[in-house]
């Protein structure tokens, strides 16, 4: 019989599976790290909340004067600065990944100290660092207790048998005094070994609770981060406005190349060879005449195979029956060409706009284009619905599957990059083995 020998001897599992979860916590780097953060907190909140407070005072005092909104000017500016520091704080030891804000743009183009202090001042995220230095230090202080707290407490008394020798032997006392009155001589220490088990148990429960208060603290500290140090929601959906454009003039681009290829090495390739043919048949019309004959039929078919040509690059631009009759019929006809029998079931009430149309049209032209090269399979099938004012497709095979979407460089990931210009989304479920299921959800207008 074979023995599977693991890192830490023959037949043993690794020494953080014999410990539970709850156990192992306090020792862990991410309740260490989320401490760290609690205690540098309260320093820094204590920074930015007095050079806010500092510069805006007296920047309003001096608006009186010329001076007053240089100094507001400096004071969101090293309101922006701590932001920084606090993001990469945030990033070193919470783990969480903030994006930078959006810089500060001068509007019309103008340079000079002057410009950029407005736009400063006129600038949302500016504001909202102030924000921030002004809400954290009651948080932070708050937080700094509460995690102090419980951690000394916690480590304090779960180890309380172990240093409870320095009161007899430096202060005189037989253990940490609970309650004293020297008036009525009553003193309450915790010398018994019964009181001095209960402190050690009440120490490690403090202790095994601890992860989560810091996780609770921190959770607050991630949220104000995020909201207020992080770029606003405009400033996101403009960026990714920007991203999407990009990727629709890029598609457009590598389509006009598409087309202009496929015209110049298909049909017009073609009809140059049909010139040349017909010149030659015209030649020789009169001294042979059966010749002529021939290069003429051979003629009429290198025009038929242009005309399908043409016809196949006008149906890859926009096929007619989507226009006439919808993405239902020509999601029909599209499986009708296809190497692999395809079901098609369509639950479209009413038409999606046109635009949507062809992209879920080509969407699915393309999934099948893909069925039919790579997949092996004997059957596919898709389907079209609307849900909640989306488009729904899914488009499956019985194939061997190990589709990816992620890889970079492949028809799935420039197809999800499409369809996330128009906000859509792309998931594609392929293990390996099959079947594969890509479905797409696109907005309906």
């Not at 539970?20 to 989320?34: G, I």
């Not at 992080?230 to 003039?249: C, F, H, K, M, Y």
């Not at 042979?288 to 009429?300: C, F, L």
């Not at 890889?407 to 479920?429: F, N, P, T, Y």
Request: glycine residues 10%; neutral net charge; hydrophobic residues 50%.
């Amino acid at each position: 019989m074979a023995t599977a020998y693991g890192p830490y001897g023959p037949g043993s599992a690794p020494r953080h599976r014999l410990v539970p979860p709850t156990l192992r916590a306090p020792f862990e780097a991410r309740v260490w790290r989320e401490f760290l953060y609690l205690l540098l907190s309260l320093p820094m909140a204590v920074l930015a909340f007095a050079y806010a407070v500092v510069m805006l005072s007296l920047g309003a005092g001096l608006l009186i004067t010329f001076l007053g909104v240089p100094v507001l000017g400096a004071a969101l500016a090293g309101c922006r600065g701590i932001g920084v520091v606090e993001r990469a704080r945030a990033r070193a030891l919470l783990r969480v990944e903030v994006a930078e804000p959006e810089p500060v743009r001068v509007a019309g183009g103008k340079r000079g100290p002057v410009s950029w202090v407005g736009a400063l001042l006129k600038s949302g995220t500016s504001w909202r660092h102030v924000l921030y230095a002004l809400l954290h230090l009651p948080w932070a202080i708050f937080a700094f207790t509460v995690a102090m707290v419980f951690a000394c407490y916690g480590w304090g008394f779960a180890t309380y048998p172990l240093w409870r020798w320095v009161f007899p032997t430096y202060i005189d006392q037989p253990g940490i005094e609970l309650f004293g009155d020297d008036d009525r001589g009553r003193h309450f220490y915790l010398d018994a070994p019964f009181e001095v088990a209960a402190s050690c148990v009440l120490g490690v429960l403090v202790l095994l609770a601890t992860p989560w208060v810091m996780r609770a603290l921190t959770s607050v500290d991630r949220l104000l981060v995020k909201g207020l140090l992080g770029p606003s929601r405009l400033a996101t959906r403009v960026w990714e406005l920007e991203s999407d454009r990009g990727t629709v003039v890029d598609t457009a681009a590598a389509d006009l190349r598409r087309i202009e290829r496929d015209l110049h090495d298909g049909a017009q390739a073609r009809l140059v060879a049909l010139a040349m043919d017909l010149g030659l048949a015209k030649e020789k019309l009169d001294e042979d005449p059966q010749a002529a004959a021939r290069m003429v039929d051979e003629a009429h078919g290198e025009v038929k195979l242009a005309l399908q040509e043409l016809r196949d690059l006008a149906r890859g631009i926009h096929p007619a029956i989507l226009t006439d009759r919808g993405l239902g019929p020509a999601l029909s006809a599209l499986a009708a060409r296809c190497t692999v029998p395809v079901t098609v079931t369509a639950d479209l009430p009413e038409r999606p706009a046109p635009a949507i149309e062809g992209i879920a049209y080509f969407t699915v032209s393309e999934l099948l284009q893909n069925i039919s090269k790579h997949s092996n399979a004997r059957t596919a099938d898709v389907d079209v619905w609307r849900a909640e004012g989306r488009v729904m497709l899914r488009v499956g095979d019985d194939g061997r599957g190990g589709a990816n979407a992620s890889a970079g460089g492949s028809g799935l990931a420039g197809l999800a990059e499409r369809i996330e210009a128009v906000d859509g989304v792309l998931i594609v479920h392929s293990p390996p083995g099959g079947p594969t299921s890509v479905t797409v959800e696109l907005p309906w207008r």
